[in-house]
């Protein structure tokens, strides 16, 4: 890819993250607001279950488990069979670094493995990838929330490129 190529791929990325990000910022976040709407911690273990997809931690159902502090732990995994077998499998470690009563801003790292082809061979280059980076949490609904994440995803074929990754999250308080 040519310099010119990846310099609008970021900068479209970075756009596209910055849009998302300024559309979440009227909603609620997972947490809530104390006294003076102050964002608390959570005092609870918070689980979630939804749909997960992205180049760096893997796509499919995802499991979401928000711990008594500023950690979080999410597992996606997904597999598709037609003629050729196509599955991912992630993983990622969150900390929040800002929550308010309208959103929660953490940073991300992951890893995944994603596999194309025929029961024997992978037919994917770069099937291990790692990233880390910003995500965003926003309440659509009663339980239900959007995540949107920008990571920077290292390829097992030495490649580096900026993606966005995205899920829906059902939040059982």
């Known amino acids: 890819m040519g310099t010119k190529r990846i310099t609008t791929t970021v900068l479209r990325?970075?756009?596209?993250f910055a849009a998302l990000a300024g559309i979440s910022a009227p909603g609620i976040a997972?947490?809530?607001?104390?006294a003076g709407g102050r964002a608390e911690m959570p005092r609870v273990n918070i689980f979630g279950v939804g749909l997960f997809g992205g180049p760096t931690s893997g796509v499919g159902l995802s499991f979401r488990h928000h711990l008594p502090n500023p950690l979080s732990y999410q597992i996606t995994g997904g597999i598709i069979k037609q003629n050729e077998v196509d599955y991912a499998i992630g993983g990622?470690?969150?900390f929040d670094i800002g929550r308010s009563p309208?959103?929660?801003?953490y940073t991300a790292v992951g890893i995944g493995y994603y596999y194309s082809g025929t029961s024997e061979r992978n037919e994917l280059s770069a099937p291990?990838?790692?990233?880390?980076?910003?995500?965003?949490?926003?309440?659509?609904?009663p339980g239900i929330h959007l995540s949107v994440e920008l990571l920077f995803t290292f390829f097992s074929d030495n490649t580096v490129m900026p993606l966005p990754q995205a899920g829906v999250f059902y939040y059982f308080y």
Not at 30 to 34: I, L, P
Not at 102 to 105: E, T
């Open 13 to 16: 990325n970075l756009v596209l």
């Open 128 to 141: 291990f990838r790692c990233g880390v980076g910003l995500g965003g949490e926003v309440l659509l609904g």
């Open 92 to 94: 990622e470690l969150q």
């Open 102 to 105: 309208w959103n929660r801003i």
């Open 30 to 34: 997972q947490v809530v607001s104390g």
